[in-house]
């Protein structure tokens, strides 16, 4: 993809899972990339497995303080002079908060403070350089913000509020800057964790049989339409969500 040669790319949460994918494609794509993530074990280790793949540059980072924000956004002008790409993948993956009555208002703060609140900081920081750009915000949220298992509120609100932050910040931003929004389903990270966490995926035929076209999901399939919506095809393109999840949201559920 020669229009992303050379462009700078920020991609929080890329230390392991869907992020990584991401990483990792966008150097593919000739992207430099900088990967902000709070482990920094998973960082590191990223960094080195991926930088076979073009330049990029580990930044240890926790979204919800704005303060480690701010030096994420500073350190990647002050090595690389600007920033095209902010994606915001960084989030709490576990949607089980237990039953409502019980969700303590620390444990929801935490999940809204990574999810959400994450995403705004890294948005009110990028922006100015986004701007000068003409760059574009891609959004990680998940199915998750448009149905729902039974105790996952804090999950969902999030999820659910960084869809709202993305048609909001198109309107707000547009025309220098382009914000959409991804929504996986099921992805299969589990080979894409740090080595301490990894394992090779272990699925059963009807995991994959269950979705429309066959299979579970992959970084892959994320990191693909992620690349498409930083890029110049995707010029008419802004404040939507985008379903990847191989057709399960589409599916009408009922027990025998």
Known sequence: MAELTGKVAIVTGAGQGIGKGIAKYLLEAGMTVVIADIDTEAGTEAAEELAVFGELLFQPTDVADEASVQRLVQTTVDRYGGIDALINNAGLAD???GPIEQLSLA???RRLGTNLTGAFL???HAVPHLRRSRGAIVNIASTRALQSEPNSEAYAASKGGLLALTHALAVSLGPAIRVNCISP???VVSDWQKSSRRAAPDLRPEDHAQHPVGRAGRPEDIAAMVAYLLGPQAGFL???????????TR???YLD
């Open 107 to 109: 444990d929801w703060n």
């Open 95 to 97: 949607p089980d908060n």
């Open 185 to 187: 389903g099921w992805i």
């Open 122 to 124: 890294c948005c009110k």
């Open 238 to 248: 802004t404040g939507q969500n985008i379903v990847i999840d191989g057709g399960m």
């Open 251 to 253: 599916k009408m559920l």
